[in-house]
DNA sequence: TTTTTTGCAAAACCTTTGCAGTTGG
DNA sequence: CCAACTGCAAAGGTTTTGCAAAAAA
């Protein structure tokens, strides 16, 4: 695999979409609310409370896990991220809105897929048909030929 | 809701396959396993280790949480049972077997709804067109229309 | 008898909560 | 200024691990 370290891909909205989203819903804009959302915004998959941490830590910004916990709990009500489990570790927290990805998760080797939105849409239209659900955030897990 | 107390529904395939399937894995066959296997045969949902431990303990036997997590991990090793999440709560144990069930959570009401595993087939299918998997033990997250 | 399994206790994780001090609007 | 937010510390809930006693084969 190569990488193309020219040109960052950049995978999601950008971050002051995403602030305005915290103003609206009534939310302080603060400087661990920044930083938990650039961590986010730079990884392209979801982050678990302890990785948010760690990339969002600097010399300067103590930040706390409490607080990362109260934020991502925040930024869920105000509709920016979204709270899913892959497997049996601890709870990840993934963007929500444009440039937003779905994730399949093998139970077997542990690996992520990460997919646009519209490439669930068949299965989508299947889970309403069969049983009634208009389905957003599916968070399928699935095991069986490696991701 | 209505219930039929002079039949019980039997859910699962008997309790001796499971045991087999135990020795079969070089596994004892001992009366903490047996009570633990009787809490799942007696559900007809997936139950967590607490719920095991509350619906497994009477006054003669002394069962430990220790002993229900290291067992179900020996039975999900024995090919007897799966451990899911459904939801943001403790983790799951389901039967796999003859019976076996399939379950579908909503994460907007917190509801689970229990399929047959051919109910899944056709997604299944999808799946495996789409993305390659050859899933089992397909454990999707919905959230729509209730349960 | 030999190995596995058990209960108990302690620890490891992950997450939440209380509180006094700080910061954003 | 005032309400919202923060770090710190402590607690809560779930799961794992170490070890000597007990039980299965």
Same mark, same amino acid.
């Given at each position: ?9 950049? &995978? ?25 959302? &650039? ?41 920016? !991220?979204?709270? !899913? ?33 519209? &490439? ?28």
């Amino acid at each position: 695999m190569t990488t193309s370290p020219a040109v960052p891909r950049v &995978q999601f909205a950008d971050l002051d979409s995403a602030l305005a989203a915290l103003r609206a819903a009534g939310l302080r804009v603060t400087l661990a609310r920044r930083v938990i959302l &650039q961590a986010l915004f730079a990884a392209d998959e979801p982050l678990s409370a302890e990785a948010i941490l760690t990339r969002a830590a600097t010399p300067e910004l103590a930040l706390d896990a409490a607080s990362v916990y109260r934020n991502l709990e925040a930024f869920e009500h105000a509709g920016v !991220v979204r709270h !899913v489990h892959l497997g049996h570790g601890a709870g990840l927290y993934a963007l929500i809105g444009e440039g937003e990805r779905e994730y399949l998760y093998c139970e077997r080797c542990g690996a992520t897929r990460s997919l646009a939105p519209r &490439q669930l849409d068949e299965i989508r239209t299947l889970l309403r048909e069969r049983f009634g659900h208009a389905t957003h955030a599916f968070g399928g897990e699935a095991h069986g030929a490696p991701l």
